[in-house]
């Protein structure tokens, strides 16, 4: 599969699966509601929106949502450029699937952001529809971004004699995410754990490059016999 191949597939999987998600969730269920994914009580999916940062971090405040919008453009933009490069440098086609996961996983939250106030109303209290007839609940850039999956794997309270924290509540995993997050840290966590393979300087390549010459199985020259030296016979 040719590089650009696998960096689109991977893009248009990522925002095909997260979109649908998102928009099944904002139009099926009310914000606040969830249910159990296959009979899990720590697998759930659980409607919450935020703000557009990442697992249902915030920055506060009406500029605060718009400064992270652009920034999440800008830096989409580094994102895509820089994956554009390395297809052109034929770079490791692992690299290039982590880096389009990344690039995804960031996209899918921006669509979010930017159109979601304008073709949704409101989930407060009722199921969302798409594209109402008395306009969206945010202006363009102000939308909030979708989350559903919830993981409360352990819960319980933290040990008396622990400080400072003795006693009290704790549940793991509390963020609520969704698919764009999952390609996000996916391609991350890729880049970090594989980072040595991706980045592998392979010498053997440098060897067949042009203006490269290689020393290996070279079959060494055989003497000229002419050249060769004969000591006189001892004579008895």
Known sequence: MRRSTLALLVIFLVLLIDQLLKIYIKTSIQLGEEFGILGFSWARIHFTENEGMAFGMKLGGNYGKLLLTLFRIIAVGFIGYYLVSLIRHKTS?????????????????????????VIFNDSFYQVATLFPEEGGYAPVFYGHVVDMFYFPMLKG???????????????????????????????????????RSIFAHHPEQEATQPGTESHENVTPEAPHPEKQSSEPESQP
């Open 157 to 195: 309270y933290y040990p008396e004699w622990l400080p400072f924290i003795g006693g009290d509540f704790f549940l793991f995993f509390r963020p609520v995410f969704n698919i764009a997050d999952s390609a996000i840290t996916l391609g991350v966590l890729s880049v970090l754990l594989f980072q």
């Open 93 to 117: 086609k692992g690299l290039i699937a982590s880096i389009a996961l990344i690039f995804a996983g960031a996209l899918g939250n921006i669509i979010d952001s930017i159109f979601y106030g």
